[in-house]
Nanobody
């Protein structure tokens, strides 16, 4: 069965760095767009970063970022290991949230079919 498992969350200081990882199983990983979303208490879940799968045979790997994290966060994927990572640098208190990994079949316009349980990131001094 499909599973997405996030790891790497925890406490970070403003200006610090964390690296999140999402391990996928039970799916043909290369055929899915992957994304990181986050949700703070009382707020809607918001897109952080996405990276495409292989729809056209070009290998995918095109990344998009929210304006709030552009230049600070980097999304990457390893199709051989079935993982997608989020490198977070220059962290700010407003980055505090539960971060979720999602998977959307390529070609569906980011129709998020699967979600992980989330990993909590707290940025505080």
């Amino acid at each position: 069965q499909v599973q997405l498992v996030e790891s790497g969350g925890g406490l970070a200081q403003p200006g610090g760095s964390r690296r999140l990882s999402c391990a996928a199983s039970g799916l043909v990983f290369g055929g899915y767009d992957m994304g990181w979303y986050r949700q703070a208490p009382g707020k809607q879940r918001e897109m952080v970063a996405t990276i495409t799968g292989d729809l056209t045979g070009d290998g995918g790997g095109q990344a998009d970022y929210s304006d709030d994290v552009k230049g600070r966060f980097t999304i990457s994927r390893d199709n051989a290991q079935n993982t997608v990572d989020l490198q977070m640098n220059s962290l700010k208190p407003e980055d505090t949230a539960v971060y979720y990994c999602g998977a959307a079949p390529s070609g569906t316009g980011l129709f998020w079919m699967y979600w992980g349980q989330g990993t909590h990131v707290i940025v505080s001094s």
